[in-house]
């Protein structure tokens, strides 16, 4: 793995750090996301093989979005290089995540799925089988679409990469259909399901019983005044229930920490650097500036710094 925390701390590692550390050995390192004991590994000036961390031999990742993960930016960066037809040759383009908590549509959602799966290419592709040739793969977590999107940011690459959501009831058959960053208006009401995004604010969050509430960086803009045009300044700002009533005590730590890790990067950077959080979630009837998500796998956290492969 490329990064692990301090056990006890919000303090997160990076294995090209681990170099210009001192008493490494003293330092218990843990997983960001399952807490499994890590051990540096390659970080002195004679080893070939770049620093990293690693699980001891009989120990194993349990239930871990991280898992793997330096292997799937390796490939991601791969592919950012190697664009062709507008789009990379690999990538994942179908998220199947099992025991959801989400309800689906199945009638609608599933004529749609059928009618997409015979009909529906991205822009630009020809109507050749090239999208058949192309080894792209399923991902049973949200976080390594998150981390796809931020890759491959641009509109016009993200319009043709396909990617079906339809297993947790979004509609839709590309990324950027899929992906949608919540709006800075407070009459947006959004009926359909999407894997909504947006900034997080400095301010740490709200925890009370089972509830984490985190404050985005989205909001309402009143812009007028009197029917004349006068400045833009925030009126509400758009929030996000974390229900964790089902989680596990590992998943609720993990999820704070997650929170902590990217709100100190944003506030350290001084605004610089972006934090965002990824969910698909609800919004609430008698309250359109709240969300909610109540799925630990619907939920991940990421920065510009994830951009850069």
Not at 90 to 115: F, G, H, Q
Not at 165 to 180: E, L
Not at 198 to 216: A, H, N, Q, R, Y
Request: net charge neutral.
């Amino acid at each position: 793995m490329e990064s692990a925390i301090i056990f006890g701390t919000s303090e997160v590692v990076y294995a090209e750090e681990l170099k210009n550390m001192q008493n490494i050995e003293s330092i218990d390192f843990r997983c960001r996301g399952c807490s499994v004991k890590l051990i540096p590994s390659s970080y002195k000036e004679h080893n070939l093989v770049a620093p990293h961390f690693k699980t001891l031999k009989k120990e194993a990742h349990i239930d871990c979005d991280l898992e793997g993960e330096i292997e799937f930016r390796t490939s991601l960066k791969i592919q950012k290089e190697s664009i062709t037809n507008g789009y990379p040759n690999s990538y994942p383009n179908k998220l199947i995540v099992r025991n959801t908590s989400i309800k689906i549509d199945n009638s609608e959602t599933n004529n749609e799925t059928k009618l997409n799966k015979f009909t529906s290419k991205p822009n630009g592709a020809s109507s050749d089988d090239k999208e058949n040739k192309r080894h792209n793969s399923t991902a049973q977590i949200i976080r390594k679409l998150c981390l796809t999107y931020l890759v491959f940011s641009e509109p016009n690459v993200l319009s043709n990469m396909n990617l079906d959501a339809s297993s947790v009831g979004i509609k839709g058959n590309t990324y950027s259909k899929v992906f949608k960053l919540i709006p800075n208006n407070m009459t947006a009401k959004h009926p359909s399901k999407h894997i909504f995004f947006s900034e997080i604010t400095w301010k740490k969050p709200l925890v009370d019983g089972d509830i984490i509430t985190l404050i985005l960086d989205r909001g309402a803009w009143r812009v007028e005044e009197d029917g004349k045009l006068i400045e833009k300044k925030t009126v509400e700002k758009y929030k996000l229930e974390i229900h964790t009533t089902s989680w596990s005590e590992s998943k609720r730590k993990y999820i704070l920490q997650e929170i902590e890790i990217y709100r100190r990067l944003t506030r350290l950077s001084e605004g610089s650097k972006k934090s965002y959080v990824f969910f698909i979630g609800e919004q609430k009837n008698e309250d359109i500036m709240c969300f909610t998500v109540d799925d630990y796998k619907y939920i991940t956290f990421l920065g510009d710094d994830d951009r850069v492969l």
